[in-house]
């Protein structure tokens, strides 16, 4: 049997979102879930040549998105859906969102072109990894 893609995706935002609130349901309220607790050790490069590392997101709770060319296109609607969910609890201001886009399987020969589509305005870094 197959499932249409609009309802596939839509069963995919529900048991995602289904997950995050069991995740973080049992820390909401208590001091345990704003401690600082880092998981991954990183250091990357945005567009920019601007070196970021997981001391810049010391204190939050650092949500990555990211995806390659072919599933870039739903990095904002994970990201607004997750960001939603956390206004509701109040949540919004301890987490921060980190853009990761994947341009391994890019030969350094394109590298430099591949950089030049990414935005251009400086609020609007992304992380190549």
Do not use: C
């Not at 853009?99 to 190549?128: Q, Y």
């Amino acid at each position: 049997m197959m499932i249409p893609k609009n309802l596939q995706f839509r069963m995919t935002i529900k048991f995602f979102l289904f997950v995050f609130a069991l995740t973080f349901y049992p820390h909401l309220g208590s001091t345990e879930f704003s401690r600082d607790t880092t998981l991954i050790h990183f250091q990357l490069k945005d567009q920019f040549e601007h070196v970021w590392t997981h001391h810049n997101f010391l204190g939050h709770t650092t949500i990555i998105v990211g995806s390659d060319r072919h599933g870039s296109q739903y990095n904002e609607i994970w990201s607004f859906a997750i960001y939603d969910s956390l206004i509701k609890y109040e949540l919004k201001d301890s987490v921060k969102f980190l853009a990761v886009a994947n341009t391994r399987g890019v030969p350094s020969l394109f590298r430099k072109m591949v950089k030049m589509k990414f935005p251009r305005e400086d609020h609007r870094w992304i992380i190549l990894d």
